[in-house]
């Protein structure tokens, strides 16, 4: 993996970003845990050396309040704010793989969250642009990630369902919220060739990938299931 991304922990050691957040400060004892959580994964099935080699090295507890800092590399999700989670780290894992990042791909997410998984994408090579409908998530995500200095990252504080027209075409589309249904607008941002990564179902989702093949058709992939919140329109402001 080129590491030609963000992380310097020499230079990150007295950063501090809010009374709630965890310090900024990354020790031996994080890294071991990181480094038990990648043994994990692999034993889960996570087998792209790029992916579990981002994994060991983003800090996890650098997005979660710090009272969750202990349990931060348990294959677990946590709660954040707004009544949001930040997904489990093999959840992460998965609908990574699955998009089949190549570096310089355009990639849209939908949740920006914590902003966790678009720093993984980041790390990976890719240009991602995130879209947050809570406004106090888009806000902590974006100023985390000015402290990180986490490259190619652009936050949006937006309607999800809007996707950005404007931007489009996507060369792959990550949607980190449960859908009803394909969301037919976003689809539509897909490049030719293009894939979407989205869970669809109510209380329990199937996670699909569906691949742009033309103007008009798409094919798609069912792959495991899995419980994320729900895909919601709108946007909410403090």
Known sequence: MEKDYFYDPRKRTKITSGSHRAALTDGYRHKGMRRK????????????KRILEAIGTLPRHFFLDKAFEEWAYQDKPFPIAKAQTISQPFTVAY???????KKGDKILEIGTGSGYQASILSMLGANVYTIERQETLYLSAKKLNKELNIPRIHFYYKDGFDGLQHIAPFDKILVTAGALEKPQNLLQQLAIGGQMVIPIGDDVQVMYRITRISESQFSDEKFDNFRFVPFLEGIEKD
């Open 95 to 101: 609908q990574t793989a699955l998009l089949n990042i």
């Open 37 to 48: 959580l990648v043994q994990l994964l692999q034993k889960k099935g996570i087998e792209d």
